[in-house]
């Protein structure tokens, strides 16, 4: 049986909506090994699919019926750490664990390109997928069939501080609420702020950060569904964030701290909880930069 580490991701980053996102050292893990029946599990309390709508099972199989290899079934332990439907990957570490898995069991046939390309498939957009997979930040492309990315490995003095509410968000009802069109002014506002993004963050120009996340594309439409999600940005501020941003389709809020900034997360969830908002946990995670691991075999 394999074993598979898996990191969170937090797409967007603001203004880079469907383009942007990152890997964090935050991990589901998956232990999988080829089978004659669907055996299907979790190691927690966390409730997963236990038939062949199991999304790690899903994608594994797709790689198989790729690769043109016989496809009996699988044998599936979850580790279910990131917390589903709040922004942080939680349906794109599945889809990487099945694809890695199952590239793994037959022995490395597709490259990083080739997984990269269908898991995009599978999920529609490459922005969890990608970082998912290959770590760091990564900016990427999807033409429909091909990822066109590039990812960047980060070492900064920077942590990621995912202030996580005790509510779901559906990625469906977080798209639902988006506008079909945008002025052209609000596209350019957002290619400009993305661009500064990732200039910013590795060239140490931190102090942009704040402008850099500001969107007119999601969050604006995405912040309605939140409930005291402007409270929450106000009080990262607040507490010395360089910049707060929706992670993904939300509802989780990121904020970037510098890791000199010793106390943030307990001064964060001090401020929530006087608030009133005491159902929000805050975590802080750095970059993962080597992305999906098999860690045994």
Known sequence: MIKIQIPATSANLGAGFDALGLALSYYNYVEMEESDCI???STDEVRVPEDENNLIYISAKDLFNVCGKKFDGLKIRQTNNIPMARGLGSSSACIVAGLVGAN????NPLNPDEIVDLAAQIEGHP???????????VTAVFDGKKVHWVKQEVYTKLKFAAIIPDFELKTEKARA????EVAHKDAVYNLSRAALFSASLLTGKFENLR???HDKLHQPYRMELIPNAREVFDIAYNHGAYGVYISGAGPTIVAIADENNTYFAGKMKFSLDNA????WQVR??????NGTQVISE
């Open 39 to 41: 055996d299907i599990s």
């Open 104 to 107: 793994t069991l037959l022995g």
């Open 127 to 137: 922005d969890n997928t990608a970082p998912a997979l290959l770590g760091g930040i």
């Open 177 to 180: 609420c988006l506008p079909s």
């Open 211 to 213: 402008t850099a996340v």
């Open 276 to 279: 009133g908002l005491n159902g």
């Open 284 to 289: 802080e995670f750095h970059i993962d930069n």
